[in-house]
């Protein structure tokens, strides 16, 4: 009816160009301006498929015991790397899930 169209046509206002081309190519984590909660998912999704597409190949192409370091390292950096983003580039806190540090 037309309440789904008017609520559809009042969520699409929101997207801008930046956000659309962020989420239609799976890159909304790499675009720290994209905004609207829309789109908000869109980070979720382009996590997802750019794992889907990378680690198929480090399987592929890098040998058994490659892979499992890299996967271990994967592991252990990655809580790492969100403390140092945290505090080395503040413009990103919003972006990567820690809002605050006690």
Do not use: M
């Not at 801008?16 to 789109?39: H, K, M």
């Not at 680690?55 to 015991?65: D, K």
């Amino acid at each position: 009816p037309v309440s789904h169209i008017r609520f559809l046509w009042l969520g699409l206002t929101q997207i801008t160009l930046p956000a659309f081309f962020a989420a239609a190519t799976y890159t909304w984590n790499y675009f720290p301006w994209t905004e609207g909660w829309v789109l908000s998912h869109c980070w979720s999704l382009a996590l997802e498929e750019q794992f889907y597409l990378i680690w198929p190949v480090c399987v592929a192409f890098l040998s058994r015991r490659t892979t499992f370091l890299l996967a271990l390292g994967i592991i252990f950096l990655s809580p790492v790397s969100r403390v140092v983003t945290y505090l080395a580039i503040p413009s990103q806190r919003g972006h990567t899930g820690i809002t605050t540090v006690r």
